[in-house]
């Protein structure tokens, strides 16, 4: 096999364990907050822990997979990953659950970004968007086994047992890291920019921990609101502080090119809608529907197995259509199936649920690999680390205030609705408010020129649309300064 092909697939063991891993504990949710004494949307301070903690540890990925090489560095992180998996599986308390989830966190940070980042350094352009297929399917495999595995266990057995499914993966990880990922290193090493990591690490956690306490649960209110205050005057000191060092942990002058923009900031929006579904989904399909774990689980896969078979043929559309009509479209039809999801109810037939979830599981993996392949269209070699790191954090940042949005559009819900507990009604208006926020997604994306990213899509080029001020270029983007850093 060639390495386009190889390096995916050997990397896609970290995204198997990765999206196994948190299917799994979503469909486990309600049983694990009942397991915990613990009301089921406070288990969502579990979910954005995880995210956040890989928000604060992605820019230092590329860093020490430079310094220390990314094989290095990505067998470490599955050993990492795997320690966080038994400490979640010892847990007795929400805290320690918490606490478990952000160093599964630190080792799910070093090493999906590290791999991206080798497939991005062994891949040329022009086999980008197959490589990166080769990298989605096999990982998407978990998502599709996740929910009905993680059903089952929580069923017929104990919640704790599913964090054990990690361990041989992770394992069987490590052996091919060894046989076939390269020791790919920079031979320029930047200085870490530890202050930025104090000052952006401290940030983020404060602002996620802040918003994701609001509501009913966890924290006063008071404690919440001071939380994201502190966090945010920490994030305008690092803005403050990357504008005047030499290798900032996160580059943000990497948003001049238009397509990278656009990735950013587009897919940002994109995801947030998308990444409630995860939290909301088995809440109404256990708590609001009653179905127990193992039907809750056999439901919600469709999802996933609509992702596997749209990215067979995601490279075709995208050589027939290019990345902005693809992009434009595809934003509004995603964001529509999402908004379908909560006028189901208990009566709904559930092949009825499967087909809904199987069509938007399709559009959302299509966006997904457009965004994911664009974000690199223009850039240099020497910018994809710095770039991976800047579109994972705001990809983790993105998906965490999701869950948090949809909870907090939930317990909203319910207080207009005059009860305290969850209801099934309560849904419908959850799940149109994060399908509003990812429809704002197409006001992005359509600012995109029609030939945008037309060298990594296949696409021919479009000659004479859109001014040409707005069109980005395909040749390589000017050089940054030999001191500009790489991670």
């Known amino acids: 096999m060639r390495p386009a092909q190889i390096v995916p697939l050997v990397v896609a063991t970290a995204l198997f364990m990765e999206n196994t891993d948190s299917t799994v504990i979503a469909t486990a949710l309600p049983a694990i907050a009942a397991s915990l004494n613990e009301d089921p949307i406070a288990l969502k301070l579990a979910l954005t822990a995880y995210l956040v903690s890989l928000a604060i540890f992605i820019p230092v990925s590329g860093w020490a997979a430079d310094r220390y090489g990314a094989r290095n560095v990505f067998r470490t992180a599955l050993c990492v990953f795997m320690a966080g998996s038994l400490a979640c599986a010892a847990s007795n308390s929400l805290l320690g659950f918490v606490a478990a989830r952000f160093v599964q966190g630190i ?132 803005l403050r502080h990357a504008r005047r060092t030499a290798h900032p942990l996160i580059r943000l002058d990497l948003l001049r090119y238009p397509t990278f923009r656009a990735a950013v900031t587009g897919g940002s929006l994109f995801r947030i809608g998308t990444g ?112 991976t790191s800047l579109a994972s954090v705001a990809q983790q940042l993105s998906l965490s205030l999701g869950v948090s949005i949809g909870a907090l559009a939930l317990e909203g819900a319910a207080s207009w609705h005059g009860h305290s507990g969850i209801r099934t009604e309560d849904f419908s208006i959850a799940f149109l408010a994060v399908a509003v926020i990812s429809a704002g997604s197409f006001f992005v994306f359509r600012r995109l020129a029609p030939d945008a990213g037309a060298e990594v899509s296949g696409q021919r080029r479009v000659s004479g649309d859109g001014p040409a001020s707005t069109r980005p270029s395909l040749t390589p983007p000017p050089a940054p300064a030999p001191d500009r850093p790489r991670a």
């Open 107 to 238: 080792g799910g940070a070093m090493m999906v970004p590290v791999g991206r980042l080798v497939i991005l350094r062994s891949v040329p352009k022009s086999e980008l968007v197959g490589a990166l297929a080769y990298l989605t399917i096999p990982a998407l495999i978990g998502p599709i086994l996740g929910p009905p595995l993680g059903g089952f266990i929580t069923t017929y057995a104990d919640w704790r047992w599913i964090f054990f499914i990690n361990i041989p993966i992770g394992l069987a990880g490590i052996v091919l890291a060894t046989l076939y990922i390269g020791d790919i290193r920079e031979e320029e090493r930047p200085p870490l920019d530890g202050i930025g990591f104090l000052l952006s690490g401290a940030g983020l956690a404060l602002l996620m921990l802040g918003f994701a306490s609001t509501g009913r649960h966890l924290l006063p209110d008071g404690v919440s609101w001071g939380c994201m205050g502190a966090g945010a005057v920490l994030m305008a000191l690092y």
């Open 276 to 387: 409630a579904i995860p939290f909301l989904l088995p809440l109404m399909l256990q708590i609001g529907f009653g179905l127990d774990p193992l039907h809750s689980g056999l439901i919600t896969f469709a999802a996933a197995a609509g992702a596997l078979l749209i990215k067979i043929v995601g490279p075709r559309i995208l050589r027939a259509h290019g990345f902005r009509r693809v992009m434009v479209t595809n934003a509004l039809i995603a964001s529509a199936f999402l908004a379908i999801n909560g006028l189901f109810t208990a009566q709904t037939p559930h092949w009825i649920i499967v087909c809904v979830l199987l069509f938007g599981g399709c559009v959302r993996s299509l966006q997904f690999t457009c965004v994911n392949a664009i974000a690199y269209a223009d850039l240099e070699s020497r910018e994809m680390s710095a770039a």
